[in-house]
């Protein structure tokens, strides 16, 4: 494999019905149809090398997805960006591209933390407020989910970072924990507030890596080799 | 979409039925486009988007600057539910415009079991479900697809329909909607006009009859402008037909979710139970340079990973082990699967094996349909218990380890011999299979599918009965308890499903009423198991006083039949013939490969088959 390009991509809101596997699909296709020189996997079905950081949602939009898409070639990445845009369906958009290091941690492993925003249909903004106050004073939050290994117990209190009141087309803003090390699903978080009602719309403002300082970095600014 | 269903979108399961937005689909100004036809399946999305007739008249009608094409698809359940509850019309997934400002309304009926949601959809566009309802401002609805060979039982409720292959019709059928528009011609006048296009069916201009016991007697035209008898279109040559050079590319796993290339249509083997064979001959292929630029164009256009080679019977296309061999030297390091559907066993070779294992495997399908040589030769289906062994061992030893088999139950002439037969050969199969075993590194598996037999009209056992589903039960459980083995699996079909797609598939006029009634008790997807309902079925029969095992009984070989009038182009004649051969078990040879077997279609039509080699040899290729 000649180098590997990490790509930052946006969903939106007019395709937010699509599931993670029908984005995968897509982006396939498109991959093929720019001709793009994907390097293809071992064995008797060989399927283009393109890993994803973390599934994006039913109904969720999103500014800032990832994808690790390995090249057999070099091509530059403002090519890579321009050829996938020509022929991505509208409602899916190449934001950046860089080349990383082809031995860089794959996107899994890195990603750990996302950032949300949500429009109610309608906010009282006092108790609102007063209802992200008193949850990010709690120690514990328990909230039962449904897993593939039946209802489990979870707290999500370590994984909500942080949550804020904004202005504008969203009102609502969450910094929380994504991955395999940790995920917090937006409307766990939104069950637990009071003041918002009429949840309609989530978008993903982005994926992070998040260090042990809270610092944050966009995958692709980690590993870039320009 | 429209933006009204869009608001609810995220609480119905698999909101990218309705969504729309794919890559290719066209969209027209609304305004600015003189005729506007809806394409309609009536099955859900990820059913509907494997046809490949909606895609190539998708892609006709829309090249056309006067016109418009856009899809709708059958709601499922729970859509339907919210449509009903907010009472919003069925719109289409381009534009999102209501079915009844369309001006032409198209159904693709490919089986029957797909009828009773052909009702539900006019319903649910609130267009009036029968045709003598309908007025000027509604849409004219029409059909077309294999299953017109016999619409009798729907026929009250179609405007017009088309027989055979649309490429060319359609067009005839756009320029007289818009002539019509523009002249302001009435409902009725329309149809007479199209009475006159060739392949064009009005059925509101005849008249059945019936006898005194209630049984079709015949059917009159009670029209000057309806002929006797329509007689089917065909495409006379493949590779100057319009193809699509782009696909809609589906977001959700749709079945069959490949880039389709038809390499050939019709088949003239005269498998005598096989209703396709004989409604789409004669055999036309494209050249391997036609293909291999569809192939680039539609690879370009869709970014598809896989490639499928269509048609009745692909393995026998004249140059099939070349053409692969061209295309796996292009495709195979781009990574591009290639996949043939359900192979002939006898031309399945080692080297063709060969060509197709080079790229992506799944498992293989041969369709022996009989367990015995004698019931293979009553049927008509040349192959050879030696064929399929030697397609197996091909098949395992090139390193497959799946091959489904396919075959019927309740064939004319079958006993539990015969079904025997099946389990024989199943066994045998596995047993090639187990041999490879160390060398495949995966244990073999061999599927038998059993499906129960359906007499089809226009076929040379369109008089023969259907076994009682009685029978047919116990037949499936002889099967099964012969079957049971590791390493086999086998599958069968609902019987009632079975039972009432015979009664369809030669019904008649009468049916047209329980249709309706079995709708408006709430049959809709049929063809699915979980929502299939025989016994509303039956309250719908018994209901209109209608007796279904009427339909699916034997018929007297002079007895007028509700399909005579619709002309497929193989002669009664010849059907008859074959009729009495397969009772004498007695083969017919393949007029590609021996002699004519006169079913009478070419010199009627003025066609012939049009095979690649023979092309090459008349010096016509470019």
């Not at chain 2, 066209?26 to 399946?41: G, S």
């Not at chain 2, 009472?87 to 997934?93: F, N």
Request: aromatic fraction near 8%; charge should be negative; charged fraction near 25%.
């Amino acid at each position: 494999m000649e180098s590997k390009v990490r790509v930052q991509f946006a969903k939106e809101w007019e395709l937010r019905f699509l599931s993670h596997l029908d984005l995968v699909r897509t982006i396939e296709r498109a991959v093929r149809r720019a001709a793009l020189p994907v390097a293809l996997s071992q064995g008797f079905n060989p399927q283009p090398r393109i890993a994803y950081a973390s599934a994006l949602a039913v109904g969720v939009s999103s500014d800032g997805e990832y994808l690790d898409i390995d090249l057999t070639h070099k091509v530059p990445a403002s090519q890579v960006v321009s050829r996938l845009n020509s022929t991505l369906p509208r409602g899916l958009r190449v934001v950046e591209a860089v080349e990383v290091s082809p031995q860089a941690k794959s996107l899994t492993a890195q990603v750990n933390a996302a950032c949300y925003l949500f429009r109610f249909s309608s906010v009282d903004d006092r108790r609102l407020q007063d209802s992200i106050g008193q949850l990010l004073q709690t120690a514990e939050v328990i909230v039962e989910r449904e897993t593939k290994n039946g209802r489990r117990q979870i707290d999500i209190r370590p994984l909500i970072y942080d949550l804020t009141t904004v202005a504008g087309d969203y009102q609502l803003k969450l910094l929380c924990a994504t991955g395999s090390k940790g995920n917090l699903r937006p409307e766990e978080a939104v069950e637990q507030l009071d003041g918002a009602t009429g949840l309609k719309a989530i978008h993903r403002q982005g994926l992070y890596v998040r260090d042990s300082a809270g610092k944050l970095q966009k995958p692709t600014e980690l590993e870039r080799l320009t | 979409m429209d933006k009204r269903i869009e608001e609810f979108l995220l609480e119905v399961s698999k909101p990218t039925r309705y969504m729309g937005r794919e890559l290719n689909a066209v969209y027209k100004d609304w305004d600015q486009t003189n005729v506007r036809v809806a394409l309609a399946f009536p099955d859900v999305y990820e059913v509907a988007m494997a046809n490949l007739g909606l895609k190539i008249l998708y892609h006709i009608i829309n090249k056309r600057e006067d016109a418009l094409a856009e899809r709708v698809f059958a709601p499922w359940v729970d859509m339907e539910e919210k449509l009903r509850e907010k009472e919003l019309p069925l719109t289409s997934l381009e534009s999102g415009q209501p079915l009844k400002i369309f001006d032409i309304l198209g159904f693709s009926l490919q089986y029957e079991m797909g009828f009773t949601n052909v009702l539900n959809m006019l319903d649910l566009a609130g267009i009036p479900r029968w045709q003598s309802e309908r007025r000027a401002g509604d849409p004219l609805v029409i059909a077309g697809g294999p299953c017109v060979f016999n619409v009798e039982p729907l026929a009250d409720f179609f405007d017009f329909v088309v027989l055979g292959e649309a490429e060319e019709v359609m067009h005839q059928v756009i320029d007289l909607v818009a002539d019509g528009k523009q002249k302001g011609t009435s409902r009725e006048e329309l149809l007479e006009f199209a009475a006159r296009i060739p392949g064009v069916y009005v059925p509101s201009f005849y008249r059945p009859e019936y006898d005194q016991r209630g049984v079709f007697s015949g059917l009159e035209p009670v029209n000057p402008a309806a002929p006797r008898r329509v007689k089917k279109r065909v495409v006379a040559d493949l590779d100057q037909v319009e193809y699509p050079d782009k696909f809609v590319v589906p977001y959700m796993d749709v079945v069959h979710d490949r880039a389709m290339v038809e390499v050939l249509r019709g088949c003239t083997r005269g498998c005598r139970f096989c209703q396709a064979g004989m409604i789409y001959r004669p055999v036309r292929e494209k050249s391997p340079e036609t293909l291999k630029r569809q192939i680039d164009e539609l690879l370009a256009s869709t970014g598809y990973g896989e490639v499928s080679l269509t048609s009745l019977s692909s393995g026998d296309y004249s140059c099939i082990a070349q053409l692969l061999q061209e295309l796996a030297a292009v495709y195979e390091e781009r990574g591009i699967a290639l996949s043939l559907p359900s192979l002939r066993v006898d031309s399945f070779s080692v080297s063709l094996a060969d060509q197709i294992q080079k790229t992506k495997r799944t498992g293989l399908t041969f369709a022996p349909e009989a367990g015995t040589q004698r019931l293979r030769d009553v049927i008509n289906k040349n192959v050879r218990e030696e064929d399929l062994l030697e397609a197996a061992e091909a098949a395992f030893s090139a390193g497959w380890h799946q091959i489904k088999l396919y075959f019927m139950i309740g064939l004319p002439t079958e006993t539990y011999e015969d079904l025997d037969g099946i389990a024989a050969l199943a066994h045998k199969v596995l047993d090639i299979g187990r041999r490879y075993r160390p060398k495949n590194g995966r244990r073999p598996n061999v599927t038998v599918s059993a499906a129960s037999f359906v007499p089809k009209s226009h076929t040379p056992f369109q008089w023969v009965a259907q076994d009682p589903p009685d029978v047919l039960r116990q037949k499936q459980e002889y099967l099964a308890q012969r079957l049971r083995r590791p390493g086999i699996t086998y599958n069968f079909h609902d019987v009632d499903t079975s039972f009432l797609e015979a009664v369809l598939a030669r019904g008649d006029r009468r049916l047209a009423a329980v249709l309706s009634k079995a709708v408006d008790l709430g049959c809709r997807f049929d063809a699915w198991y979980e929502h299939f309902s025989f016994a509303r079925w039956q309250q719908a029969f018994s209901t209109l006083g209608v007796d279904p095992s009427e339909y699916t009984g034997a018929r007297r070989l002079d007895q007028p039949l509700p399909w005579d009038h619709l002309d497929p182009g193989v002669s009664r004649d010849y059907l008859r013939r074959e009729w009495e051969r397969a009772q004498a078990q007695v083969v017919t040879g393949d007029c590609r490969f021996t002699s004519c077997a006169q079913c009478d279609l070419c010199g009627a039509f003025g066609v012939s088959n049009v095979l690649v080699e023979r092309r090459a040899a008349d010096g016509e290729q470019s």
